[in-house]
């Protein structure tokens, strides 16, 4: 399996994996085990991170490793909040995000060689 399969197919399982029923909102592990206090926001990150790490594979630039990190980060902080936290992770959706820059970059990327 390509790197960039796996990439893909985590980030949806951690962010929209499942869909509540009678909306259009979805979601992931992510925001799940955020309900439990630090320790699912701390295992919630300690993925994104891994994602990032992944991604570093690409050969990214220290500025968008940095800003994908930032989102693992932001995600984290936010999913500490008692109560609410949870619920704001379910919209945040880091890993997305992340995966949103990583596939920009690889795009610039792919136009930049091919020039």
């Given amino acids: 399996m390509l790197l960039l399969e796996r ?3 985590e980030a949806a399982r951690l962010d929209t994996r499942f869909l509540i029923p009678w909306t259009r909102v ?3 592990w992510d925001p799940i085990w955020s309900v439990v ?3 699912g926001d701390l295992v919630a990150a300690g ?4 994602l990032v790490a992944w991604a570093h594979r690409f050969g990214l630039g220290p500025t968008l490793t940095a800003r994908m990190v930032l989102n693992v980060a932001i995600d984290f902080g936010v999913g500490i909040i008692p109560i609410v936290g949870p619920f704001i992770d379910l919209f945040y ?3 997305m995000r992340n995966l949103a820059l990583l596939l920009a970059e690889l795009k610039r990327q792919m136009a930049r060689d091919h020039q």
């Fill in 7 to 9: 990439i893909e197919r």
């Fill in 37 to 39: 206090p630090i320790v």
């Fill in 26 to 28: 979805r979601y992931g």
């Fill in 93 to 95: 959706r880091s890993n």
């Fill in 47 to 50: 993925y994104g991170l891994r």
